[in-house]
């Protein structure tokens, strides 16, 4: 029932209030660890191996680390008091989902489109993605959000809640832990899981990792997006038509099955500090991209999270 009751107020946590501005959150804490230690490593070791062995020494003790620690702040609220303890857990749970962080992203970058203000806009949208921002269009803009709440919507959406509901259903682990092991692996990937030096070597356990980690989560969220687009099998043919060109074996999946539902074309040409990086198309483009697109992706994304999560509080109170 505590589980049940954790699930719950997360989720109303994170859909009411989302990351308060100011909160110190579970990951900027794991960015904190990441940077030091990555340097650290990186100075330590200079052979290709000996960086390997540093990278896979860095992903344990984050992901092992974030979990354990989270763990223990759960048992010493419960020690103290079990209505605490239930606190503790919500708390430290809602920080795991993103849903509201998403839509807010979105919604700060659309509110100055809307008024003509490309300057602010491109400056705004600078803040949430990786690639050159300064000579976007409109329509480019409009893609760069719509692949941006896609991309995220497994790995800050609905992994973390696949992996909370994995751990209520295991006695004495409850769903903090996992969540937070899982936000680790992802805040890995995204420091330091890339190809480009210094991290060529470092980094490639952490982005396999969270590639593994994430590959289960990111297919059953796009069965369940066929499910509730009500056309899961030309949903399925796309993703399979597109979504294995993109080298990374998830964020392809994640964006196309939303470039399927909602009949928009994503991909192209991105420009990452002034080198061209081409990435592959995902879905037809049937229509243009449209913010109503951007509002609907996301509802989508809350649609499929509060089904995944009525389906597990019936199971663990079934069980």
């Not at 107020?9 to 209030?17: E, M, R, S, V």
């Not at 503790?88 to 919604?107: D, G, K, P, T, Y």
């Not at 890339?194 to 593994?212: H, I, M």
């Amino acid at each position: 029932m505590t589980s049940v009751l954790v699930l719950i107020i997360a989720a109303i946590l994170d859909y009411l209030i989302g990351d308060p501005w100011g909160w110190i959150h579970p990951v900027q804490v794991m960015g904190w660890v990441i940077s030091p230690l990555s340097k650290f490593f990186g100075q330590l070791s200079h052979h290709s191996y000996t960086q390997r062995l540093a990278g896979v020494m860095l992903a344990l003790i984050l992901i092992i680390g974030s979990g354990g620690i989270g763990y223990l702040i759960v048992q010493m609220a419960q020690w103290l008091n079990p209505l605490l303890a239930i606190v503790v857990q919500s708390i430290l749970l809602a920080s795991c989902f993103a849903l509201r962080s998403l839509h807010n992203a979105a919604v700060d970058v659309l509110q100055p489109l809307a008024k003509g203000d490309l300057l602010t806009t491109r400056q705004t949208l600078s803040q949430y993605v990786g690639r050159d921002t300064h000579n976007l269009s409109e329509a480019e803009i409009l893609r760069a959000i719509l692949e941006t709440v896609t991309e995220n919507a497994v790995d800050g959406v609905m992994a973390p809640l696949f992996y909370a509901v994995m751990g209520a259903f295991l006695p004495g682990v409850g769903a903090v832990p996992l969540a937070l092991a899982y936000k680790a692996s992802s805040t890995l990937d995204s420091m330091v899981g890339y190809k480009e030096a210094p991290y060529t070597y470092l980094g490639w356990f952490s982005a396999r990792l969270e590639d593994g980690l994430t590959w289960f989560p990111c297919r059953l969220t796009v069965f369940t997006l066929g499910l509730i687009s009500t056309k899961p099998l030309y949903v399925w043919q796309v993703c399979r038509r597109d979504a294995i060109a993109d080298p990374s074996p998830n964020s392809g999946w994640s964006e196309c099955v939303y470039a399927a539902i909602l009949g928009v074309q994503m991909g192209g040409t991105n420009w990452y500090r002034g080198i061209a990086k081409q990435k592959p198309l995902l879905g037809d483009p049937i229509y243009p991209i449209t913010p109503n697109h951007i509002y609907t992706a996301l509802q989508l994304t809350r649609y499929c999270f509060w089904l995944w999560l009525g389906i597990a509080i019936i199971i663990l109170l079934l069980l």
